[in-house]
Structure formats: C-alpha cells, structure tokens
C-alpha cells in the first residue's frame, strides 16, 4: 500500500506568529487535523520544527505523531523513543564558537534580540523598522555565508544555522529513512512558512509530492499557497474529506 507522509511546520503553520514565541499555541482545528490524519491507515504524519525538541513536544501532544525539532536533527517517535542524527553533537560546540564572532555588534541593536535553539540561532528582528530590518539582514547574509554559515529568513526573523547541512530538506530526509518511507512511490505532502520550510517544499515538489505554502514570503513554485494557518486546516480538511473544520468555523478563523 503506498504511505502518504505529512509534514508540518509549527510556527506559522500550524500556530499563528506571535510577537513572543513562548506564546505561541497550535491552533486546535489544526490539532484535530493531525489526530485525524494520524488516526488513518495509511497516513503518516510529522510536525518539523526549528524549535528545540523538548520546546516542541509540549506545543503538540497529538498521539501517532512524529516530532522534529532542530531542523530535523532530533526527533521523538510515538512511544517515546528519541532519536538523534549520528555524529553531530560532536561536531556542535565547535561550529557554535564561530557564530559570534561573524555577527559582530549586530546583537548590540536596540530592538533585536536573540533566540538561541542549541542547533541553530534566532535573530528575531520585530522590534526594528523594515529599512533598519533589511539592512542588518544583508549585513548577516553577507558576513555569515562568506564563512559557510547557512543563514535562512523567516518572518521578521533569520535563523542561522551552526551545521551547514542542517535544514529541513535534511529534517525530511531523516524522517523518511526513519520510516522507511521512499518517494516518490510514496507521497510526501509538506506545509510550510518560511525560507527553510521553502527550501524542503522544492525538494517535496521535484520528488513528485504536494506542498503548501502559508502566507505569501518565499514564494515556491509549484506550491499551493494559503493565506494563513486556519486557511491551511481548512483546505486540507477539504482535501481528505474531513469535518474538522466547517465553512462557518473557516470563515470566522480566516477573516
């Protein structure tokens, strides 16, 4: 029987951005979705985040679902066991001392502040205006990749990454080997945020799969896009069949 395996971001995908990230909750029609889903024969489902895995697990809780935090690095499978990528704890605290160095008095910044995730770093740039929010963007675009540091934009934020290989087209990767999930004879669908979720979407999509774009930063072609993370619940209960969302429950979401 061919598997299909659904892979969510969290922030912004299946929880509304909030200015504190330690607020942010998972909508609970997107909850339902995932119990729904997982409850299926034949359907696998994954939520992927940036987040660390321990920060992750409490936001979720859904029974039969696979989480992922660090990109992709860690992962907690139904039942409890906990897995980690071989070989890169070892390699973390070396590729995390030059992180600050190439960033300078960028921290300094009234307004910026920082969010660090052990596997990657957050710098959340809502407290300055969009020119000045450009400007240091560029100056940590230019200053990281120059030294092989991966630098991705999400909303009003950048993360860096400290393991160059590490995004979640390797988050993807890992779940379906864990799984023994192969596309594209079994199909991958992706729903995402950002430019790291953008990234892993292009992937899904050359690997004959479907992928779901939430809001409309890092456009990906070939994606279907939706406005928000209600939007999201919304179209995928019409795309399986579901009822956990109703026309009058998307609407008062969605306005």
């Known amino acids: 029987m061919t598997t ?20 942010a909750r998972i909508l609970p029609q997107a909850r ?28 979720v809780e859904v029974p039969g679902v696979y989480l992922g935090g ?14 980690t990528a071989p070989g890169m704890a070892e390699r973390l605290p070396e590729a995390r001392q030059t992180l600050i160095p ?16 052990v596997w990657s770093m957050a710098i959340h740039l809502r407290g300055i205006g969009p020119d000045q929010r450009e400007r240091v963007s560029s100056f940590l675009k230019d200053r990281l990749r120059r030294q092989g540091i991966r630098f991705l934009r999400g909303p009003r934020v950048v993360e860096i990454q400290f393991l160059p290989e590490v995004d979640k087209v390797f988050g993807v990767k890992t779940i379906c080997e864990i ?3 192969d596309p594209p004879r079994d199909r991958l669908i992706y729903a995402g945020d950002d430019e790291n979720d953008a990234i892993a979407m292009a ?3 050359q690997q004959g799969g479907l992928a779901v774009k939430v809001g409309y930063s890092h456009i990906v072609p070939g994606a279907w896009h939706v406005n928000s993370p209600a939007a999201l619940v919304f179209e995928l209960c019409s795309l399986i069949g579901s009822n956990v969302m109703s026309d009058a429950g998307a609407r008062r979401y969605t306005e």
Do not use: C, H, Q, Y
């Open 4 to 23: 299909r395996l659904w892979i969510f971001d969290f922030d912004g995908t299946l929880s509304p951005i909030v200015p504190d990230r330690r607020a």
């Open 32 to 59: 339902d979705l995932l119990k729904e889903l997982a409850s299926r024969p034949g359907e696998l489902v994954a939520v992927l985040s940036s987040r660390l895995l321990d920060d992750l697990i409490p936001r």
């Open 70 to 83: 660090g990109s992709g690095v860690e992962w907690l499978l139904p039942g409890g066991k906990r897995w």
């Open 102 to 117: 190439a960033i300078g008095n960028v921290l300094a910044v009234p307004g910026i502040t920082m969010e660090d995730k």
């Open 179 to 181: 799984l023994g999930v």
């Open 203 to 205: 992937w899904v999509i």
